[in-house]
């Protein structure tokens, strides 16, 4: 077992977690041992034997009607970690998850994310319509802030709703200012809402706002780039040039020469 680099606080943990299963079958530890090593500690090599012991305690869990164990197993069928890709299973697993009621935070992801499975042309079954009554409910029913982004992202693009730059807009601020999961989205939010700022989409223009937003952005990108999160170079790279043209716009704005501020 590779432990190295734990805290005494993460051995006793797991020490403990590994006692409950043993003397108990736990399938509640079962889970939360699997959630700490394919997700807390996702950026470390896991041994074969781990591998393997995160997908028998999710599958476990998933037999229980573990609601987390539903959610975190249906993440990793779709992202292609520990098992083939697999969309379809991983919709179901979503599925079965936004159905319990055991926790409302696990609920929101799981149907935010079964929301991405119709957004994106997963397996060919995109579906607007499908998408936007998933981050609907995750938005009215759980106040979920990924849920208000792609909400946003809908009505600024005219998919199965009206184009609807006020409604983006506001869909946007609505998950910035979310106060449990907010942070994990401010680096797309932030970029978006700097985008709404500076050209006046759906909002007053303002690009003293917009630099400040897009600074937000940046830093919640930093945290994204270390976590080697799928997609955010090509993101931060466009929040980048976007936040060149920011500066370039308020230099022009004060009278301040590019040559005369270096």
Same mark, same amino acid.
């Given at each position: 077992m590779r432990d190295n680099g734990l805290t005494p606080e993460e051995r006793w943990r797991i020490a403990d977690l590994e006692r409950r299963i043993e003397e108990d079958d736990d399938v509640d530890a079962m889970v939360e041992w699997a959630a700490f090593w394919a997700f807390d500690k996702r950026q470390w090599p896991l041994s074969e034997d781990q591998k393997e012991k995160v997908l028998e305690y999710y599958e476990a869990g998933v037999e229980e009607g573990n609601q987390l164990a539903c959610l975190n197993l249906g993440a990793i069928y779709n992202e292609g970690v520990l098992v083939p890709r697999n969309y379809e299973r991983s919709a179901e697993l979503y599925r079965?998850?936004?159905?319990?009621?055991?926790?409302?935070?696990?609920?929101?992801?799981?149907?935010?994310?079964?929301?991405?499975?119709?957004?994106?042309?997963?397996?060919?079954?995109?579906?607007?319509?499908?998408?936007?009554?998933?981050?609907?409910?995750?938005?009215?029913?759980?106040?979920?802030?990924?849920?208000?982004?792609?909400?946003?992202?809908?009505?600024?693009?005219?998919?199965?709703?009206?184009?609807?730059?006020? $409604?983006?807009?506001? $869909?946007?601020?609505?998950?910035?200012?979310?106060?449990?999961?907010g942070n994990f989205f401010k680096a797309d939010?932030?970029?978006?809402?700097?985008?709404?700022?500076?050209?006046?989409?759906?909002?007053?223009?303002?690009?003293?706002?917009?630099?400040?937003?897009?600074?937000?952005?940046?830093?919640?990108?930093?945290?994204?780039?270390?976590?080697?999160?799928?997609?955010?170079?090509?993101?931060?790279?466009? $929040?980048?040039l976007l936040m060149e043209e920011t500066k370039r716009v308020i230099a022009e704005e004060i009278g301040i020469d590019e040559d005369e501020e270096k």
């Open positions: 079965i998850a936004a159905d319990m009621d055991e926790d409302n935070a696990v609920a929101a992801m799981a149907i935010t994310n079964l929301g991405y499975y119709y957004y994106y042309d997963y397996a060919g079954k995109q579906d607007y319509k499908k998408a936007f009554n998933c981050f609907l409910q995750g938005a009215l029913r759980y106040s979920n802030a990924n849920a208000y982004y792609k909400l946003g992202d809908m009505y600024r693009r005219g998919q199965f709703v009206d184009q609807d730059d006020k $409604m983006a807009f506001e $869909m946007y601020m609505k998950a910035f200012n979310c106060e449990e999961d939010v932030g970029y978006r809402l700097g985008d709404c700022f500076l050209h006046g989409i759906g909002c007053t223009r303002d690009p003293f706002a917009a630099l400040t937003l897009l600074q937000i952005s940046e830093r919640h990108f930093y945290e994204k780039l270390k976590r080697h999160d799928r997609g955010a170079k090509a993101s931060f790279k466009k $929040m980048k």
